[in-house]
């Protein structure tokens, strides 16, 4: 009899001073996608306003605090703990992967770190988040994608708009699709998908208002969209009219 394949081990660290605890619920329904969240801990001054509306939460998740009282203005035991378990966590070898969740350029060397080792790190921080670190990341997910939508009832909520603009996205396809030759200009969706995971790694479909890459790149009017014999989705860069067919 098969065993079943068990899913991805992660460690779950979170940074209270520079993540909301609004995201919760989408945070942990987002990482369920990728494994198991077997670590779950987050770091801060549980004492102060600041990180009450974490800790109203934390049993709802069964987050484990890391208190840290701020003995000393300008210096953040926060992330240093969180750093320091974060190695204790990487020895120890029992995680197939991090989730760092914050803002933060200060975990840009952390992440490295963790994969120099050959560990997957997931980064969730909102867009303002300095590039070095989203780069640091095998995936970053913008935390504003992780926001509840507003309810169809609640009239004075406003909708939820797109992070980016499809000229945004386009420009994205347009560097990725010209290094992706093939014989006739058509490729497979699914290996767009994967070098855009590589050169991207904070490309996300929902940054831009779609849930899926497929309902995405039907809108992007730079791109044709058709299907393989195998009835696989495939893309290719729309052709460029001649100066003689503009004209007629």
Request: charged share 25%; glycine share 6%.
């Amino acid at each position: 009899m098969p065993t079943e394949q068990r899913s991805a081990r992660l460690a779950v660290l979170i940074d209270a001073d520079n993540a909301s605890a609004k995201i919760a619920d989408g945070l942990f329904e987002e990482i369920a996608k990728i494994g198991e969240a077997s670590v779950r801990r987050i770091y801060g001054d549980f004492s102060s306003t600041r990180s009450k509306a974490w800790a109203d939460i934390l049993s709802k998740h069964a987050i484990i605090p890391q208190q840290q009282f701020a003995y000393t203005t300008g210096k953040n035991a926060s992330d240093i703990t969180l750093v320091i378990d974060a190695m204790d966590l990487l020895h120890s070898g029992r995680f197939d992967g991090f989730c760092l969740v914050s803002s933060d350029s200060d975990f840009t060397r952390l992440a490295a770190r963790i994969r120099e080792h050959g560990v997957d790190v997931f980064g969730f921080g909102e867009q303002k988040t300095p590039e070095s670190f989203r780069q640091a990341c095998r995936r970053f997910i913008y935390t504003e994608n992780l926001l509840p939508e507003a309810t169809t009832n609640d009239t004075s909520a406003k909708a939820k708009k797109p992070l980016e603009s499809l000229a945004h996205a386009s420009k994205i396809f347009k560097r990725i699709m010209a290094e992706m030759e093939t014989d006739d200009g058509w490729v497979s969706l699914g290996s767009v998908g994967s070098v855009l995971a590589n050169v991207a790694p904070d490309f996300d479909p929902r940054t831009y208002g779609f849930k899926k890459l497929s309902d995405l790149v039907r809108k992007i009017q730079a791109l044709d969209v058709g299907q393989s014999d195998a009835g696989h989705i495939r893309v290719r860069l729309r052709p460029v009219p001649s100066a003689r067919q503009a004209g007629k």
